[in-house]
Nanobody, 130 residues
Framework: QVQLVESGGGLVQPGGSLRLSCTASGFTLDHYAIGWFRQAPGKERDVVSCISSSDGSSSDGSTYYSGSVKGRFTISRDNAKNTIYLEMNSLKPEDTAVYYC??????????????????WGQGTQVTVSS
């Protein structure tokens, strides 16, 4: 059974840091592109970051960041733990959202595109507030 489980969210002050984890079961994360998305109250779900597969000659583990998080967030992978991380630094109140990881179990290169074929985790809440 394919499952994604996010963890690591919480309450943090502006300027603080958090590291989110996305652990997979039922498939190997490194075989596919994995995206991090977020959804703030009253807003649409948007892509935050993506990491391509590093498994195979046609994929290089390349990464993507949205403009709003570039330079502050870092996506990485631990293949031994079948886990993707999102290191978030210099957090701002506007980063407050539920964060999700997702894959369509088809693409091995970013982007991971919003759509009905995505497999989602349950999400983890990130709140940035003083």
């Amino acid at each position: 059974q394919v499952q994604l489980v996010e963890s690591g969210g919480g309450l943090v002050q502006p300027g603080g840091s958090l590291r989110l984890s996305c652990t997979a079961s039922g498939f190997t994360l490194d075989h596919y592109a994995i995206g991090w998305f977020r959804q703030a109250p009253g807003k649409e779900r948007d892509v935050v970051s993506c990491i391509s597969s590093s498994d195979g000659s046609s994929s290089d583990g390349s990464t993507y960041y949205s403009g709003s998080v570039k330079g502050r967030f870092t996506i990485s992978r631990d293949n031994a733990k079948n886990t993707i991380y999102l290191e978030m630094n210099s957090l701002k109140p506007e980063d407050t959202a539920v964060y999700y990881c997702a894959t369509d179990l088809t693409r091995f290169r970013c982007p991971v595109v919003l759509g009905p074929s995505l497999n989602w985790g349950q999400g983890t809440q990130v709140t940035v507030s003083s």
